[in-house]
């Protein structure tokens, strides 16, 4: 447990682990809690389904189903007969699928609740993907629905109700395959950064008048000349460097420096492996040779960039096995060669430039489309907006006129329901009574006075 602890205190996401070495990590946490074998699994009450680590608490692995993949390899620890299964299968049996197929033997509690995170991830990516095509169709471009199918290959979507071996193989590959081409994407995503930061540059330079450009160009020669004014770095993995942390960072006598003893003081989690994030934290003394937060000159971005070339470096030097972990054994071998004894002087980035001029002028050019693009597609917009407020006028307007003959259908209604009533009235009022006889031979009207 103290070991979960101390791999759950860790601050900084490793975003390249693969998924056997994670497997790997949690059969070596769980064992020294594991429940033990011999126990009858059908006399044996279902686990409680305690609240998980936040993912927040836990290291990312980066990939947009990270969530999903933990709470899956989380509730199969949860089973014996799985949790002994990961404790003894080998890297390579895990890669090939062997693992996968012991999904049929785990209890039926661990099985209905993978099948209910199955149908909650088949739900959240249905609706991410909806919400993606939205976008794209509101942004005029063209859904590419093979590419968003491909965000499903992690599971069986065609089932999407039940979780069974098919997923738990797809889910092992997908993240294996998917973690392993991190660097690559990483390497891309920062050159990106880098000219994009020229790019920024470029274009305030020419805002500028002759004589603010020539001073703002000599400033920009300084910084990179401050910037690169450091101490020798050291060749990552080298003597020489893990001589330097074992004196500065483990205060220890250089003349006493044990390769075994230097493993077994930086081996944090005690699992007898270097893992990415352990081998990251041996470069911090390098680094701070090179880049000081303070300064202005110094890109943190760049620093961290830095960081993850060392940790690539050294495991494709020393992880001869590439399970992108370092063994003891790997690191002793690696310690004999002369690489080691007899390593370079480190080569930073600024010695390495990520971009040359014509990768930079396909990036202005991409950038300018994509400008041109969305000011067509905001033009567009704006014609789309004029044109259903000129719709929305005329509409108010017969709107106001349909009102208006509605009224006065009313008011004639209402005028013609009050006009029989008054003729009737208007003409009883009028009506005289007969004359009589006697008045009409005298030659009198009935209206006139009798003396008359």
Not at 239 to 255: F, Y
Not at 315 to 326: A, G, I, K, Q, W
Not at 416 to 428: H, L, M, T, V
């Amino acid at each position: 447990m103290d070991r979960q602890r101390e791999f759950l205190k860790t601050e900084k996401m490793l975003q390249s682990r693969s998924i056997y070495h994670y497997l790997l990590l949690a059969s070596q946490l769980i064992c020294s809690s594991a429940v033990p074998l011999s126990l009858d699994k059908t006399e044996m009450k279902p686990p409680e389904d305690k609240p998980s680590e936040s993912p927040q608490n836990v290291q990312d692995t980066g990939l947009h189903y990270d969530r999903y993949l933990r709470e899956v390899i989380d509730f199969l620890e949860k089973d014996e007969h799985f949790r002994e299964k990961l404790h003894n299968t080998d890297i390579e049996d895990i890669k090939q699928g062997k693992l996968a197929k012991e999904l049929d033997f785990v209890s039926h509690h661990v099985r209905t609740k993978l099948d209910e995170l199955k149908r909650q991830e088949v739900s959240r990516l249905r609706v991410l993907i909806r919400a993606k095509q939205e976008i794209e169709g509101a942004n005029g471009k063209a859904v590419d629905h093979q590419t968003l199918l491909r965000q499903f290959q992690y599971l069986n979507h065609r089932n999407p109700h039940t979780f069974e071996v098919e997923d738990l193989d797809r889910l092992i590959t997908s993240a294996t395959s998917d973690l392993e081409n991190f660097d690559r994407d990483r390497h891309e995503e920062f050159k990106r950064y880098e000219m994009m930061k020229e790019h920024e540059r470029r274009e305030m330079l020419k805002t500028l008048d002759e004589e603010r450009r020539r001073k703002e160009q000599e400033v920009y020669e300084e910084m990179k000349k401050k910037h690169a004014d450091h101490p020798k770095i050291n060749h990552p993995g080298s003597q020489d460097q893990l001589k330097e942390v074992w004196e500065e960072a483990d205060g220890l006598d250089p003349a006493d420096f044990d390769p075994k003893t230097f493993f077994s003081l930086h081996d944090t989690n005690g699992d007898g492996f270097f893992d990415e994030q352990e081998l990251e934290a041996l470069f911090t003394k390098e680094l701070d040779k090179i880049y000081d937060p303070t300064n202005a000159e110094d890109d943190m971005v760049e620093m961290e960039e830095e960081r993850l070339r060392m940790r690539e470096h050294v495991m494709n030097e020393v992880d001869t096995n590439n399970d992108r972990l370092v063994s003891r054994e790997e690191f002793m071998v690696a310690t004999k060669k002369k690489e080691f004894l007899e390593a370079d002087s480190w080569e930073t980035l600024e010695q390495n430039q990520v971009f040359n001029e014509e990768e930079l002028r396909e990036f202005e050019e991409h950038l300018a489309k994509e400008e041109q693009d969305l000011r067509l597609r905001s033009l567009d917009l704006q014609k789309q907006q004029e044109e259903l407020e000129r719709q929305q006028q005329q509409l108010n307007a017969q709107k106001l006129e349909l009102q208006q003959a509605a009224e006065k259908m009313a008011s004639l209604k209402l005028e013609n329901a009050e006009r029989p009533a008054q003729d009737k009235d208007g003409e009883a009022a009028t009506q005289a009574p007969p004359a009589s006889p006697q008045l009409l031979i005298q030659g009198v009207q009935p209206d006139m006075p009798g003396h008359l």
